[in-house]
């Protein structure tokens, strides 16, 4: 699966160890839990890795946002393929005009994101 997450990455992830794939709904817990990393792009609709982390701390942040991504759409295997690789085709909901899927995590009513496991 790894390998099947990665040509699935977003194509303006900065290349490193971390990387955020297609299946980003841009719940935009990421951005909150580490913003010193991830950054939204509003006109697609998703999150995505815009620094890799430089200090623990940073690392810690990127780690507490894979694991709490309700989307599961952080990886952390990216140090380990080639970023000169270009992902797979995007999905249709992204490149047209193809309904966005719902995330049941995201979907209204709106729920909190400290409520999103309950």
């Not at 697609?44 to 623990?56: D, R």
Request: proline share 12%.
């Amino acid at each position: 699966m790894p390998a099947e997450s990665f040509s699935t990455r977003l194509p303006y992830n900065t290349p490193g160890k971390f990387y955020v794939t297609e299946d980003c709904l841009d719940c935009d817990l990421c951005s909150e839990t580490a913003p010193t990393l991830f950054t939204r792009n509003a006109d697609e609709g998703t999150s995505y890795l815009f620094k890799q982390p430089a200090t623990a701390e940073e690392h810690e942040q990127a780690i507490e946002s894979l694991e709490g991504c309700p989307c599961e759409a952080i990886h952390n295997d990216g140090d380990q393929h080639d970023w000169t690789m270009p992902p797979t085709a995007r999905p249709s909901w992204r490149s047209d005009n193809s309904p966005k899927p719902t995330c049941s995590h995201c979907s209204p009513p709106k729920r909190p994101w400290w409520k999103f496991w309950a």
